[in-house]
């Protein structure tokens, strides 16, 4: 099995501010607690323990024993589970949509992290034990986001209407799905594991919730995967002091707005990824999650008669806490609550939006979990190697644009030279003589020179891609096949990992799959991996 590795700031697909994160860039340092580098998991350790109290672990133990109570539950997670109730136990944990059959290709890749990096860690910290979580994302409400996944370029959607949170959305509908998605997946003995995954999660079990519960159980039980749906009236029984500050207080919109504004102060290139409410939470209902707002003195929950007044909002969150969902903004700190944690492993996008969180989780006194970069894979087939380098297309190459990557190799294997940067340099150094011309005659005349040698390097830039177009048609076939393989890769002229869906290398690779990404993954490596199975 083969390796290769690409920096992340080579591949073009990753921001400003995530690259300058990984480079532990000094303007930074001040949005996020620890970098994730192996030594630095003792101090948090020690600040985690000072900080989570045993009655939260006996809860939380409470609550997942409730949970798995029908589920298939292996030894491994059995015994992570009984492990939170001890003080030396921490977590790490990643979180993720309840997408239709995972959705893309990273959520095996973010799991797969999480359980990878608690072995690194039981490895350097013997005297500690560190469990795998999966953070169901149980009461998002946006079902646009989750309604499909891609299967070799083709895109099955589920459509219902719906209200309210998606880990309630009943699972009726989705045999429809089957039906169409098995035609497509054929008949060998690996198709019909997937069919199986698909009509035992998501035909046997009634919400969206429990099936994906399910799913993500059967993909990574034997691992020790512990996965928590945080929708649940005794965990948010313990985020009561939080939510109360969050409405009487917002301190939230006011710690998140100073972070936002000293984050664009550092680059005009970092982009803000969510903006704070005044009132960061949500009210629930069965069929509805709607956002609290206060107005004229009273407590209102938007497109909706429901009110309360000050006391009447406490005594609402004293009795009934699970109605009170929090947004982006507060589920990181419930999560943080709840967990007795150490590090989020998540995405580029879900990093930066951690980063404007650091000043708020100071100003609630709860320890900042480090921040890792989940892991990203680009998998490819000896097939594929193969072609690659009968094209001689590198692996930094291979991540350019299409017609970035069509235009240097085209150049690359030319017979002509088609790159007028000499004649180009020439042209200018004439022009530098008409200029010192012009200086000793008649300024006026400097204007007409500039229009002249901009209108000649144009011309030149032109000549260049006729040339170029005609070469292209003269080497039709080597660029057909380069935009077969690029295509084949980056679907959509994006990364694998977001589009294809998990189901596509399952089909190809079966229960080997998720063992060779265990065996291959390197959480703390913090480099794109290019994995040839």
Known sequence: MRQDYIAFNKTGYFSSLICDYLDEKAELESFYNRFPKLENFKAQIQDKTASFPMENRKMLVSVLKNQYKSLDASAETNSHIELLNTANT???TTGHQLNLFTGPLYFLYKIVSTINLAKTLKAAYPN????????????????????????KGKKFQWNKAISGAVGELSTEGLDAILNIFSKDLGQTTNAQHIKTFFENAYLKHD????????????????YGLVIVDANDAALKKLFIPYVETELF????FNKVTETNNRLVAVSDAYKIQVNPREINLFYLEKGIRERIVFEDDVYKVLNTTIMFSKNAIQKELLEHPEKFSPN??????????????????????????????????DAVKVPFPMLLLRNSVLIRTEKQVEKLEKLNITTENLFLKRASLINKKVRDISNIDIDFSPQKTHLEDQFKALYELAEQ?????????????????????NLEKRLLKAQKRKL????????????????????????????????????????NLIENLEPLKGE??????
């Open 441 to 461: 005659t008649d300024k006026s005349f400097l204007g007409a020179v500039k229009a002249q040698e901009l209108k000649q390097l144009k011309g030149l830039d």
């Open 528 to 533: 794109f991996l290019i994995l040839n199975l």
């Open 207 to 222: 919400n969206l919730a429990d099936a994906t519960r399910f799913l993500a159980n059967e993909l990574f039980k034997d």
């Open 476 to 515: 039709s076939d080597e660029v057909a096949r380069m935009t077969a393989i690029k295509n084949e890769l980056f679907p959509n002229e994006s990364l694998q990992e977001r589009n294809a869906n998990f189901s596509e290398f399952y089909l190809e690779y079966g229960e080997q799959l998720i063992p």
């Open 328 to 361: 982006v903004i507060m589920r990181p700190l419930y999560q943080e609550v709840i967990l007795p944690n150490l590090c989020y492993i998540g995405g580029g996008g879900e990093l930066a939006y951690w980063m404007q969180l650091k000043d708020y989780f």
């Open 90 to 92: 921490f977590t790490i």
């Open 249 to 252: 207080n917002q301190t939230s």
């Open 128 to 151: 500690q034990d560190f469990v795998p979580i999966y953070w169901m994302a149980t009461e998002d409400h946006d079902f646009d986001e989750i309604n499909f996944f891609n299967f």
